[in-house]
């Protein structure tokens, strides 16, 4: 008996069926080609011209091209700290002149800066280096080899300094901020999310701990590690920010309406509550302007409120989605970056939008210091980390009355265009 292996079925179209098929594409394409030839006699066809881009360039103060993308960024006075997975590094914001470089193995976000130390979080645990030198203080690790480092502060009391180290488990160090020898440590529930909030004149370390369905805002004795007070929050809550005696914090609903609350430092009593339009992102938050608390949104809300009744003095809704972090005070500005590398200007006192401008790469870090703005950025080939021209605080792009309308001011920084208009010789120096 012989079998015969199987053979797939053919899938050529049948000789009839494809003579139809070729009639009707036929038919099809004169038919198309007649209308448009009728219609070619009333309509000229005319192509689409591109769109063109109303706005001009904007070159930049200075570029630096660092080895890796960066992932944090602190400025703080006449320094700007950039911190990449395996370095810290110190830059004058004025310029880019790197002052050192030191590196840091498997290092986290998480940052924190005084006047004598930088305080950087790590995967297996935190390193303290000196910062007029960058040389590493100490190290510690982590005991539990599942657990890693997350965020950090520094705190003043009156025995010292002390960084307040938080691991992924919840696990809370106060750490000699010279030594690194312990002086306390305690476990809290939940995950730490956000940064280490110094209250200066109580000796204070605030902390948020995400607990899934809410949040638990704790304060601690930094000194001994004893808690304060602790209070639950709704699942959305931002960073907070300390007010002499009160401490100011958004929180809200997922994806939904929030609010921004005061509390006393020392009782925890509220002191005053205003509705906003939306709720916090874990490491979005408020700064204290003057006599404002401005307060940024996940939504792209912006909203000044008045810092001693918390009566909302203005709202501006941004045209995209706000990137981490706090607004940026500016000269006679408020700068807020979006998840698409914008930067939007608001004029700090009216709420008036100013300019809208179009940066190049991912978002990481925006920071205003002596010397002016640097901005911290990844996914590009140069210029990571730059500094923005001061012109930012004046221009103005066109308004007319819907955010929709802010005709964005293009900020791009070739490598070529640098070269070109510096010189190598001006390139900041690299040791």
């Known amino acids: ?66 080895d890796e993308d960066p992932t944090a960024m602190v400025v703080d006075g006449a320094e700007a700290f950039v911190v990449d997975p395996n370095s810290v590094a110190d830059h004058d914001p004025a310029d880019g002149h790197l002052r050192w470089k030191t590196d840091v193995k498997d290092a986290e976000p998480g940052v924190a800066v ?7 979080a790590a995967v297996d645990g935190f390193e303290a280096l000196d910062r007029p030198t960058g040389h590493s203080r100490w190290r510690v690790e982590i005991a539990d080899p599942y657990d890693r480092g997350r965020i950090v502060g520094l705190v003043p009391t009156p025995s ?4 307040v180290t938080v691991t992924d488990r919840g696990v809370v160090t106060g750490l000699d901020a010279q030594s690194g020898i312990p002086r306390w440590s305690r476990t809290l529930d939940g995950t730490p999310q956000g940064e280490v909030v110094a209250d200066p004149a109580r000796s204070g370390a605030v902390v948020v701990m995400n607990r899934g369905d809410h949040v638990d805002l704790v304060v601690l004795d930094a000194a001994t590690g004893a808690p304060r007070w602790v209070r ?25 309406a929030g609010v921004v609350r005061s509390y006393d430092l020392v009782t925890s009593a509220p002191d005053w509550e205003t509705p906003v339009e939306a709720s916090s992102e874990p490491d979005q938050g408020p700064v204290v302007d003057g006599p404002r608390i401005l307060n940024v949104s996940n939504a792209g809300y912006l909203t000044a409120l008045d810092r001693r009744t918390g009566a909302k003095r203005w709202t501006r809704r941004l045209p995209d989605i706000v990137f981490h972090g706090r607004p940026v005070v500016f000269g006679d500005v408020v700068i807020v970056g979006s998840m698409a590398s914008e930067l939007f200007t608001v004029d700090r006192t009216t709420g008036r939008p100013r300019a809208r401008m179009i940066m190049t790469g991912a978002p990481v870090a925006l920071g205003a210091g002596v ?61």
């Open 371 to 431: 010397g002016g703005l640097v901005y911290a950025r990844g996914d590009v080939h140069h210029h990571q980390l730059v500094g923005l021209p001061a012109e930012i605080a004046t221009h103005r792009t066109n308004w007319t009355g819907s955010y929709e309308s802010w005709t964005p001011q293009r900020m791009r920084d070739s490598l070529r265009e640098w070269r070109r208009t510096h010189g190598p010789t001006l390139e900041p120096e690299r040791s």
């Open 1 to 66: 008996m012989n079998i015969r292996p199987h053979q797939p079925r053919s899938r050529r179209v049948p000789f009839r069926l494809a003579v139809a098929g070729l009639a009707l594409l036929s038919v099809a394409c004169l038919g198309d080609a007649g209308s448009a030839r009728a219609t070619s006699r009333h309509r000229p066809f005319r192509p689409t011209p591109a769109p063109k881009h109303t706005g001009v360039v904007m070159g930049m103060r200075w570029g630096i091209e660092e």
């Open 160 to 163: 010292g300094p002390v960084a």
């Open 114 to 120: 005084d006047g004598e130390t930088v305080l950087v």
């Open 232 to 256: 639950p929050l709704e699942a959305a809550t931002g960073l907070p920010v300390v007010d002499g005696d009160q401490l100011v914090i958004g929180t809200g609903a997922v994806l939904g």
